[in-house]
């Protein structure tokens, strides 16, 4: 094959890889498109970047279920909870509140932050609480002792407050951990580019974080995306 024509080739691999890329990014492909089919329940959460929310159109998706930012740490609010919670809890979605755990405060502070913000709902999810390396914890796979404590207090207090037991988001790198620790709880688990690990047991999968939908207004262009493991019945008593 004379050198030109190997050139050609590798260049044209190359602009389909590239053209790959770009539509993976932009969130026209989706790694887990496949892996998600045989899930029947799916889901998003949303949080201000969301900025405004139509959940009738979310909803008309066929999206059945929405998990709503409401607070993090001991004082910050989402700006836009109370809005999306009293539209959402008027569609036919199940709906539930996520608080982001912070590694810095007080379990019960926080706790009483998301209690003041959260009011029930009928067929509402079960309280989530968001735990995942950020900031100078980025590149650690462990939790120290004392936030794992801390954590505990949460769990107990708002599981206490709500008569439900929690669901905790977490990452691959601290599910087992965490499972070692807290296995009483359910986990949300995130994977966006492959199905979970062999392993790892979860109730509700966010399989995507490029996805785009029709119905938010926010500056983030994209929406989380979610799967339940379960069937519809299944899903209809989840949390009850």
């Given at each position: 094959?004379?050198?030109?024509?190997?050139?050609?080739?590798?260049?044209?691999?190359?602009?389909?890889?590239?053209?790959?890329?770009?539509?993976?990014?932009?969130?026209?492909?989706?790694?887990?498109?496949?892996?998600?089919?045989?899930?029947?329940?799916?889901?998003?959460?949303?949080?201000?970047?969301?900025?405004?929310?139509?959940?009738?159109?979310?909803?008309?998706?066929?999206?059945?279920?929405?998990?709503?930012?409401?607070?993090?740490?001991?004082?910050?609010?989402?700006?836009?909870?109370?809005?999306?919670?009293?539209?959402?809890?008027?569609?036919?979605?199940?709906?539930?509140a996520y608080h982001f755990f912070s590694?810095?405060?007080?379990?019960?502070?926080?706790?009483?932050?998301?209690?003041?913000?959260?009011?029930?709902?009928?067929?509402?999810?079960?309280?989530?609480?968001?735990?995942?390396?950020?900031?100078i914890y980025s590149g650690s796979s462990?939790?120290?002792?004392?936030?794992?404590?801390?954590?505990?207090?949460?769990?107990?207090?708002?599981?206490?407050?709500?008569?439900?037991?929690?669901?905790?988001?977490?990452?691959?790198?601290?599910?087992?951990?965490?499972?070692?620790?807290?296995?009483?709880?359910?986990?949300?688990?995130?994977?966006?580019?492959?199905?979970?690990?062999?392993?790892?047991?979860?109730?509700i999968w966010q399989y995507s974080n490029?996805?785009?939908?029709?119905?938010?207004?926010?500056?983030?262009?994209?929406?989380?995306?979610?799967?339940?493991?379960?069937?519809?019945?299944?899903?209809?008593?989840?949390?009850?």
């Amino acid at each position: 094959m004379k050198r030109k024509s190997i050139k050609i080739i590798i260049v044209g691999i190359l602009v389909c890889f590239g053209l790959l890329a770009t539509l993976i990014y932009n969130g026209i492909i989706q790694i887990n498109g496949l892996a998600i089919l045989k899930y029947e329940v799916r889901g998003v959460d949303v949080s201000h970047y969301q900025g405004e929310v139509d959940w009738d159109l979310i909803e008309s998706q066929g999206i059945r279920f929405a998990f709503i930012k409401a607070t993090e740490g001991s004082s910050f609010e989402d700006e836009y909870f109370d809005k999306n919670w009293a539209e959402a809890s008027d569609t036919s979605l199940r709906i539930g509140a996520y608080h982001f755990f912070s590694f810095e405060t007080g379990g019960q502070t926080q706790a009483e932050n998301f209690i003041n913000k959260v009011y029930a709902v009928p067929n509402m999810l079960p309280p989530v609480v968001d735990v995942e390396p950020y900031g100078i914890y980025s590149g650690s796979s462990m939790i120290d002792q004392a936030v794992l404590d801390e954590l505990s207090v949460w769990l107990q207090i708002v599981e206490a407050s709500y008569e439900m037991s929690p669901i905790i988001y977490t990452t691959e790198e601290y599910y087992e951990q965490l499972h070692e620790i807290l296995p009483q709880y359910d986990i949300w688990i995130r994977s966006v580019y492959s199905e979970p690990r062999s392993g790892i047991s979860w109730s509700i999968w966010q399989y995507s974080n490029r996805m785009r939908l029709n119905g938010y207004s926010g500056s983030e262009k994209y929406i989380d995306m979610n799967v339940y493991n379960g069937t519809l019945e299944d899903f209809a008593n989840y949390g009850k």
